[in-house]
């Protein structure tokens, strides 16, 4: 399937590099929200498994997802350990959620909506990713380059089957998604995570 969007043209805003600086400052931060971010991205590949039953195919490749993703936490983990970053809790950034509270309440369009947003994630991830790689040391840029890739992969993955159940529909609905991303990447925020806003932060 030809998709209609790139990741370039999809998203709105580029990460600033006043957030760079920050994920500069706040790399133990940045690597156990990172470590988050893959736990969700697996559960959630995991959640769309029992809605596509009748999808065998489509099935086997959430699957293959979850795996890669769960692959990415241990990566990252690995790293924490590497780097004596203590474990802790650390609060979710108010992206993902407000991404999940712009979808219908109604089926079936509640599915696509899940799909698109699960583009997004994986677009947003790649973009902010790629801005990384220019910044980092270079055990993190073999890191990052790794999910930078597996993100790319997974933004087309969601993308098309989300177009495949209704096009129309997708594109509708894109455009008030791609408004939401950009304002989440551009305003203020009170934390630093991996896909916070504009940086306001002396600590988490």
């Known amino acids: 399937?030809?998709?209609?969007y790139?990741?370039?043209s999809l998203l709105l805003a580029t990460t600033?590099?006043?957030?760079?600086?920050a994920a500069l400052n706040h790399l133990d931060l940045l690597l156990l929200d990172q470590a988050n971010c893959e736990k969700k991205a697996a559960a959630t590949a995991v959640s769309l498994l029992h809605r596509f039953d009748d999808d065998r195919e489509?099935?086997?490749r959430l699957a293959r997802i979850a795996r890669e993703e769960l692959k990415h936490f241990e990566l990252v983990t690995h790293q924490l350990h590497l780097r004596q970053v203590a474990d802790r809790y650390l609060s979710a950034s108010r992206y993902?959620?407000?991404?999940?509270?712009?979808m219908s309440k109604q089926q079936p369009q509640r599915l696509i909506d899940q799909l698109l947003v699960c583009a997004m994630i994986e677009a947003r991830s790649c973009e902010r990713i790629g801005a990384l790689l220019g910044v980092l040391?270079?055990?993190?840029?073999?890191?990052?380059?790794?999910?930078?890739?597996?993100?790319?992969?997974?933004?087309?993955?969601y993308l098309a089957k989300?177009?495949?159940?209704?096009?129309a529909q997708c594109e509708?609905?894109?455009?008030g998604l791609r408004a939401l991303d950009a304002k989440l990447i551009t305003d203020p925020d009170a934390e630093f995570r991996f896909h916070s806003g504009m940086p306001n932060v002396a600590n988490g």
């Open 16 to 21: 600033t590099e006043a957030w760079l600086n």
């Open 58 to 60: 489509f099935g086997l």
């Open 172 to 175: 509708r609905r894109l455009g």
């Open 162 to 167: 989300a177009w495949q159940l209704d096009a």
């Open 96 to 102: 993902a959620a407000q991404l999940h509270a712009w």
């Open 1 to 4: 399937m030809v998709l209609n």
């Open 6 to 8: 790139t990741i370039r």
């Open 137 to 157: 040391d270079h055990e993190l840029v073999k890191l990052y380059t790794k999910l930078h890739d597996a993100e790319d992969r997974h933004f087309e993955f």
